[in-house]
């Protein structure tokens, strides 16, 4: 992961790269750091620990200006240390940031140290700046010793590089790792995402992998990996800064579980109509390649695999299309059988997840029919690499705990099992009954929101503990591991989520009175038996709180010690609707703990690197 920008402007960039890094603290946030070409020299602050340090160390040691490269880290390559933070420089003269791997940087350091470098970090990206000193010493100019450099590297990285010889230019690369490019009038940029230019210009270029890029004020060459002078197609993106801001939340992740009901109605906005999915869903192309689809493989990683679990279930019970789903990062070393029509289909809050990246490239050179991928973010490499992509409209999300954008891929995977379903000729009175519920959904996911102050009373009981349970059956086994997730994530307690069923075979040996236990208790066919699992955990004095639809003819008032009621909702639609007071549930538990809950410890919300 790791966030980069570069700027080379007329006028003093320390503030637009500052301001860009904050943006892009969701890749990483164990150091940041800054390198200036200030006059006859490259300024360097860096510091271990979240940008605010870094802001502390630019006000106390002031740098300025026309040119210079930032970076937000996730430690892969040497602990966070404020020496292993980027930028790395070689002998004052030139300056990179890194953002991913070099695979082969051992052999490289070794040449390196042989030829009398030494280095200062454990990093494998001080390897790169080195080797493009060591070019430059042999006489190349900063583009043809860059170039050189970056053809050498293996592994994937993303890297921008600045260079006191070549003072106004800016060289930049992607491999695997993301990378844009943004026009402005008499400066421009190179940004790990278009978020982090968005107060600049909303005209970018999409670099593609092997791509190298030379930018200064006033030009903009890019090169092919074979070196090629080549176009990449200029678009103009359209996001409002004020989507970036908290809006008036304690936390950004609290703002997104509330954004939920308008993200989910943006998600269905003109792709339902009349009960139908409507042609603005997916085109003639993706419907005629459903046509054909006899079996189904998801593959996804975190939160996003958990919206593929769920799928799962309603593709199976609703379509009887036969439907795996596998974490990416076992998937790609494995070597999977593809029966013949089987559609592939990653699911991907940022299109950038190196492993889901790496198991759509396998699956392209598999038997698959096609491959589809459902995404939030448009122009991401999973879109551009993927055949057909369907986009939920979540808008940005930064909480590194993934909210809205789960919910909105379960919206689209919903609309998906729909539109199966009208293929496949499902009985039209259930059709219609799965569209009326997803026209319900926003105002219910509403009615859910409005539970926050019991949930504040709830998360006060599970603040003090160390483990929880939560327990689901059926296709809320999935929200029951989603649920856990989150309280892990995001509050360090350790959750687990299982399978009610599954209680008896090992875990009920852990609960006692010290034990909360986190029923999922829909109202479906599954309901009774879960009842039943519950007692077991009665019997065993572990402290029981239930989430129940409020319509449900349940026995759990006197059984369980808390309980919530959620307003009622269609059995299609209801994982979506409990997955809503579980994420209040971790948030309140975390602040009461006081986490940092939209940047957890050790985690990032975009992981490019395995
Ligand atoms: C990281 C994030 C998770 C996310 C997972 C997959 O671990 O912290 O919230 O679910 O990556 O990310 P993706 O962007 O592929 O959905």
Not at 529 to 536: M, P, T
């Amino acid at each position: 992961m790791c966030g980069i920008v570069a700027v080379s402007a007329n006028r003093n960039v320390v503030e637009v790269i500052v301001n860009g890094l904050q943006t892009l603290e969701y890749r990483g946030y164990d150091s940041a750091g800054i390198a200036i070409i200030e006059g006859d020299h490259i300024a360097i602050r860096k510091q271990a620990g979240k940008l605010s340090q870094l802001k502390q160390e630019l006000a106390a040691h002031p740098v300025a200006g026309h040119v210079g490269i930032g970076h937000t880290r996730w430690a892969t390559h040497g602990e966070p240390t404020s020496a292993n933070a980027h930028p790395h420089d070689s002998n004052n003269a030139i300056a990179v940031v890194h953002n991913g791997i070099i695979e082969n940087y051992r052999p490289l350091r070794e040449q390196l140290i042989a030829a009398g470098y030494a280095f200062k970090s454990a990093t494998d990206t001080e390897t790169l700046v080195h080797l493009i000193h060591h070019y430059q010493a042999q006489g190349m100019g900063f583009s043809a010793a860059s170039h050189q450099a970056i053809g050498q590297l293996e592994g994937a990285y993303a890297v921008a590089i600045t260079c006191m010889s070549d003072p106004n230019r800016i060289i930049a690369a992607r491999k695997g790792s993301p990378l844009v490019v943004g026009l402005g009038d008499g400066e421009n940029f190179v940004a790990s995402d278009v978020q982090a230019l968005i107060n600049e210009t909303n005209q970018f270029h999409y670099l593609e992998d092997g791509d190298v890029v030379e930018i200064t004020q006033d030009s903009c060459h890019i090169f092919d990996a074979a070196g090629q002078p080549v176009e990449r197609e200029l678009k103009t993106v359209t996001l409002s800064s004020e989507a970036l801001t908290k809006d008036g939340y304690a936390h950004y992740m609290l703002k997104e579980i509330h954004e939920q009901p308008t993200a989910v109605a943006n998600t269905i906005a003109e792709r339902l109509y009349n009960g139908r999915i409507s042609p603005y869903f997916i085109n003639e192309a993706a419907t005629a390649i459903l046509q054909q689809v006899d079996n189904i493989h998801i593959i996804a990683c975190g939160t996003s695999y958990h919206a593929g679990l769920v799928a799962r279930y309603w593709l199976e019970a609703i379509t009887q299309i036969p439907t795996q789903v596998e974490i990416a990062s076992e998937y790609r070393y494995r070597k999977p059988v593809v029966p013949q029509n089987t559609l592939f289909l990653t699911i991907s809050q940022s299109g950038e997840t190196a492993d889901s990246l790496a198991a759509l490239r396998f699956a392209k050179t598999a038997n698959y029919l096609s491959t589809f991928a459902v995404c939030n973010v448009a122009n991401s490499s999973l879109d551009r690499e993927t055949e057909h992509c369907i986009l939920t409209h979540a808008g940005p999300e930064i909480g590194v705990a993934s909210t809205k954008a789960l919910t909105t891929q379960l919206t689209v995977l919903a609309l998906l099992t729909l539109k199966l379903a009208e293929i496949k000729q499902v009985d039209e009175a259930v059709r219609k009954n799965l569209a009326e519920q997803l026209i319900t959904l926003p105002g219910i996911i509403n009615q859910s929101l409005l539970l926050d102050d019991q949930i504040k009373v709830m998360a006060e009981k599970i603040v003090q503990r160390d483990n929880a349970l939560f327990l689901g059956r059926g296709v809320h086994y999935p929200i029951a591991l989603e649920g856990a997730l989150k309280l892990k994530e995001i509050s360090y307690i350790h959750a687990e989520g299982y399978p009610a069923g599954e209680l008896k075979h090992g875990p009920l040996a852990l609960v006692d009175e010290k034990m909360p236990v986190i029923a999922v208790c829909p109202n479906d066919e599954l309901l009774e038996k879960l009842e039943s699992n519950i007692e077991e955990v009665r019997a065993r004095g572990g402290e029981l709180f239930a989430f129940v639809d409020h319509k449900s003819q349940h026995g759990l008032k006197d059984r369980v010690n808390h309980l919530i009621e959620l307003e009622a909702s269609g059995s299609f639609t209801s994982p979506i609707v409990f997955n809503v007071p579980l994420q209040l549930l971790s948030y309140h538990v975390a602040v009461l703990r006081g986490t940092d809950v939209d940047q957890p410890r050790n985690l990032a919300k975009s992981v490019t690197v395995e």
